[in-house]
């Protein structure tokens, strides 16, 4: 069993910067694919970027040069730092792990940002 906690959401203006993290329980940390999904109001739950055991990490378009997944395998802890950030970035922010079968989601932070 792996348990997730997100932290770092909050309100921020745009073209500002914010970074989660997202902390793991238990001893898999290291052979876990850790992504970052959101939900914005109304809309589906959409993967924003993901690392993989090895620290490949891939994004989507819209999040492509401005946002960095990253990993303490020995913290056990996966970051999103977000950077010049848009309205449209406003969401939920997820933090969830895989391996083979399982899947794992944390709670959720709230990412709001708003002039």
């Known amino acids: 069993q792996v348990q997730l906690v997100e932290s770092g959401g909050g309100l921020v203006q745009p073209g500002g910067s914010l970074r989660l993290s997202c902390a793991a329980s238990?001893?898999?940390?290291?052979?876990?694919?850790m992504g970052w999904y959101r939900q914005a109001p109304e809309k589906q739950r959409e993967l924003v970027g993901f690392i993989t055991s090895g620290g490949t990490t891939r994004y989507v378009d819209s999040v492509k040069g401005r946002f960095t997944i990253s990993r303490d395998n020995a913290g056990n802890t996966v970051y999103l730092q977000m950077n010049s950030l848009t309205l449209e970035d406003t969401a939920i922010y997820y933090c969830n792990a895989k391996l083979g079968v399982l899947n794992y989601w944390g709670q959720g932070t709230q990412v709001t940002v708003s002039s």
């Open positions: 238990g001893n898999i940390f290291t052979s876990l694919t």
